[in-house]
């Protein structure tokens, strides 16, 4: 489905017989908000400071309750979203009653301390939080570095849970938004499980090739839309081909207030 909206459409600059569709940030996100269906999932692919939490914020600023798994302590631009940070759970039964309320919920999860004793206190933290929120449903997760959080080889070493939550999770209502640099480093379900892939510049010709494997679009046609991108613009691929490709540039990020 093209971006419908009489705005969109008058903003939008299409290119490449129609497969990629420029438009705004402001236009994108009023679009996605709609188009992003619950228990639908988004990987974002690009290198190290390309953008992924800048943009990965803003998104789930789209659903009302979120929990931003920083599971590198302390991630900077994360903080910068406003969101509360806890370093326990369950959370305050304050943060239930705004949930059932209808309030808006978006929460940091970890502490910002770094070593190995942090990190083994972030390990049993988010697999609690990955329980629960297989249990209650509904939550939009957002997991900065998914392969710190997956890999045997890293601190968390939480790869099967992470793997199975990808699968499963759509059942439950809940989408996951991971971020990563490269496919091969992260469980294989990240990428398959994906409904919307955002993809930053990159010369990574395997990268590429893997990302129209997600998509499930011609090699040609990911190759030319990836090429053409011009830092920090972001291209947005559906795993629905009816979909367009999306070609947009997110906004700095500003502070967000936090809900109270």
Request: charge should be positive; aromatic fraction near 6%; proline fraction near 7%.
């Amino acid at each position: 489905m093209a971006i419908s909206s009489p705005s969109a459409r008058r903003e939008a600059e299409e290119e490449e017989e129609g497969q990629v569709l420029g438009v705004s940030w402001p236009v994108f996100q009023r679009w996605f908000q709609d188009a992003w269906e619950p228990g639908q999932h988004i990987a974002l692919v690009g290198p190290t400071n390309s953008g992924k939490t800048t943009t990965a914020v803003q998104l789930c600023q789209l659903r009302p309750w979120v929990l931003a798994l920083d599971i590198k302590g302390g991630d900077t631009t994360l903080s910068r979203s406003g969101w509360p940070r806890i370093t326990k759970w369950p959370p305050d039964a304050r943060t239930y009653g705004r949930m059932e309320k209808g309030e808006p919920v978006r929460l940091i999860v970890g502490s910002a301390a770094r070593g190995s004793a942090a990190m083994r206190q972030r390990r049993e933290l988010m697999h609690r939080v990955l329980e629960d929120a297989w249990v209650q449903g509904g939550w939009t997760i957002y997991v900065d570095e998914l392969q710190l959080l997956s890999d045997v080889r890293m601190g968390m070493r939480l790869g099967v849970q992470v793997e199975e939550f990808l699968i499963a999770a759509r059942d439950a209502q809940i989408s996951v938004v991971s971020s990563y640099q490269a496919p091969r480093r992260t469980p294989r379900a990240a990428a398959d499980q994906a409904t919307w892939i955002v993809v930053y510049y990159t010369r990574d010709i395997d990268i590429v090739n893997r990302l129209s494997e997600m998509a499930g679009r011609p090699r040609p046609e990911i190759r030319g839309a990836v090429r053409g991108l011009k830092r920090p613009s972001i291209l947005v691929v559906s795993s629905d081909p009816a979909q367009p490709i999306v070609v947009t540039r997110p906004e700095r990020l500003e502070p967000i207030a936090s809900a109270r």
